[in-house]
């Protein structure tokens, strides 16, 4: 099974396993025992989020769309890497007895981290190729890459002309997770936040930009329209479960209050 994955792919996830550890660690409000188990929470997640990638891949194969050939080279889906992950770390916080929203928190700035470097191997790769573009910071695809082949199947006079300037759709996701990665990282470590918060918030964001991104890919690159379906769900979800952090810390001030 391991042996699906790209060097860039098994690198982002020993980083996100690590960071995840770390993140851990830099929790000085929790008992050891409690650090222990958010360490082995996330360590867990991550290989769910593995086999959610493998899962949510086979089904895009057995529907029959989106770049198969691509699809098929990488093996994987971040989408469902996402979903997978969070699913065994919420059953796993809840067995141990860990607020899943305090883990998810603790995991983010690994999770984001993780991300970037995965889409700097798609980068490398010519994997989720974004759509032909004149502006001035885009990229030309290499021959024998996704996208050039994509180009000559429409054109094939093309390759005289050199392969066309796409979208660095790669690197606008690369950009967006490893802001996240940094920006929640220095609240985790410097601001108290209610627990959630930095997940919630940092899922939103990064759910919201993928929207935006899938306009900018080419559609050869997307299962449509089951990818904007799971990503419109994706920020939805996200949004009402920071509603309901936010929700839960105004209704816990009162409480608190009227404590001794």
């Not at 990638?53 to 989106?66: D, V």
């Not at 996701?173 to 220095?186: G, N, T």
């Amino acid at each position: 099974m391991l042996s699906t994955m790209t060097p860039w792919q098994a690198f982002a996830a020993a980083t996100t396993a690590a960071l995840a550890m770390y993140g851990a660690v830099r929790s000085a409000e929790q008992p050891l025992r409690t650090t222990l188990l958010i360490a082995a929470t996330a360590t867990a997640a991550l290989i769910g989020a593995y086999g959610g990638a493998q899962l949510l891949n086979a089904l895009g194969h057995f529907a029959g769309a989106g770049d198969t050939a691509a699809a098929m080279r990488h093996r994987w889906s971040l989408d469902g890497a996402l979903c997978g992950g969070a699913c065994v770390g919420y059953a796993l916080a809840r067995l141990f007895g860990v607020d899943p929203f305090r883990a998810a928190d603790l995991a983010t700035p690994a999770t984001a981290a993780g991300i970037a470097i995965a889409r700097w191997g798609c980068f490398q790769q010519g994997c989720c190729y974004g759509r032909p573009t004149s502006l001035p910071w885009s990229v030309s695809p290499g021959w024998g890459t996704p996208a050039a082949r994509e180009a000559l199947s429409r054109a094939p006079l093309a390759v005289f002309g050199g392969t066309p300037s796409v979208h660095p759709t790669q690197l606008y996701e690369l950009f967006v997770a490893a802001f996240i990665a940094l920006s929640s990282f220095l609240v985790l470590t410097r601001r108290r936040t209610p627990p959630g918060f930095i997940a919630t918030g940092a899922w939103a964001s990064f759910s919201g930009w993928r929207l935006v991104n899938d306009a900018l890919r080419s559609p050869a690159t997307l299962t449509l329209p089951a990818t904007l379906f799971i990503h419109g769900m994706m920020l939805l979800t996200a949004i009402v479960l920071l509603a309901y952090v936010v929700r839960r810390h105004l209704a816990s001030k009162p409480l608190a209050a009227t404590q001794p």
